[in-house]
């Protein structure tokens, strides 16, 4: 692994996405080597589980039950996050994006070749709630009791995970 520049991203509630009320999205770009890109195992190790493999929805959406890690395996993609008018983030192969839950996003424009690799502390299984008004009622209790992940997705317990968000 190698060190990541890192980004922060603070979002209000956006339309029916509320987006975490004091944990910001963060951007580990190339957190992982490109030849070392077996990030199911990586995230598996530092205990966020419930893997899986593919693309990212392209409508806005979000999971008021669980933090989130995103891992690029291949290719490249413009990404929003935060909700409609949110932040555009582009997204290349060994970045890592985590997002607490509540937090919107969907891809953009993405290559012909690109994959995430997705997984959620302690194999939480998350719940899929869209920018509509049906699935936005009572979701902010649930978001502020999500539990604390116990490692960094990457970097376990020395993550920068923990440096940045605070209970």
């Known amino acids: 692994m190698i060190n990541p520049s890192l980004t922060m991203y603070y979002f209000e509630p956006n339309g029916y996405i509320p987006n975490h009320p004091s944990l910001p999205a963060l951007h580990y770009k190339q957190a992982v080597d ?14 966020w589980t419930n893997t899986w493999r593919g693309g990212i929805y392209a409508f806005h959406h979000y999971h008021s039950n669980t933090h989130e890690v995103l891992g690029v ?3 490249s993609g ?3 996050i935060g909700g409609e008018g949110g932040s555009k983030i582009l997204v290349n192969t060994g970045d890592v994006l985590i997002l607490p839950a509540g937090t919107g996003h969907k891809s953009i424009s ?3 070749d690109f994959e ?3 997984a959620y502390p ?3 299984d998350y719940n899929m709630k869209k920018d509509a008004k049906e699935d936005s009622e009572e979701v902010e209790e649930d978001i502020l009791h999500v539990d604390f992940p116990e490692l960094d997705p990457i970097y376990g317990k020395d993550g920068p995970l923990f440096k940045l ?3």
């Open 34 to 47: 490109s030849k070392e890109k077996d990030l199911e195992s990586i995230f598996q190790k530092n205990g």
């Open 73 to 75: 395996g291949n290719g």
């Open 78 to 80: 413009l990404l929003m």
């Open 110 to 112: 993405v290559s012909p």
């Open 116 to 118: 995430v690799v997705g």
């Open 122 to 124: 302690n194999g939480v």
């Open 165 to 167: 968000w605070k209970r």
